[in-house]
């Protein structure tokens, strides 16, 4: 809990740094207790409080079972049985070099990437959404800025301190999950055939299929992804 580094999130009795140990990278998040008020606040407005960094701990272990690549864990500890005042540390190996698909898709409508290329990309957004939402995993923040894309091609999904489990996952957050996915993905110049894609490869099923037996769902979906859009424009 002393390390200190170069400091890249402070909020909410959370610290986020990225430090250099020896000769390798790693990121720490430090949790130091929200205090009962956050606590109280975030039931009253019917959110979950994260409390330490276990959720992420778990979360990250959960994921890593499922083959779905995330950041490797070297360290991680708690003390103390307040839930307002517990503190905890999860510390994991920089994902570097590395660039976030918010970055690499940012000049996709004046520099469209080539079909193999988006293909690829929509296909392993898609199967990791797929897997995670199977297995009872829901993300919370799941936009294009927490997916990293590594020079071998491989896609890791970062920043799951408010990652939730279940036995089956629930719908609401399904749709909050690909509804966030949608609205960070509005202004890359996707076109109704990639939208059409990732449906496909996300069920699994052929698009006359799910057209008949998803439309509701998807709807759902479009309508949540535009209402923080909205909203976002409104600020």
Known sequence: MALKGESFRHQDGRLTQRIVLGAKSYFI????GVGWKEIFKNLIQFRLPVLSAS???RAINKLASLQIAVPT????GMRGINPATVESFILMEEIAPAVSLETLCADWKQHPPSFADKQKLITAVATIARVMHEHGVNHRDFYLCHFLLHPSQRLYLIDLHRAMRHRLTPERWIIKDLAGLYFSSTQIGLTQRDLYRFMKIYHKSPLHTLLASEK???QKVLTRGNTYRDHTQSV
């Open 73 to 76: 864990v070297v360290g991680f």
């Open 29 to 32: 998040k430090q949790h130091s």
């Open 55 to 57: 959720n992420e701990w």
């Open 216 to 218: 509701t769902f998807w």
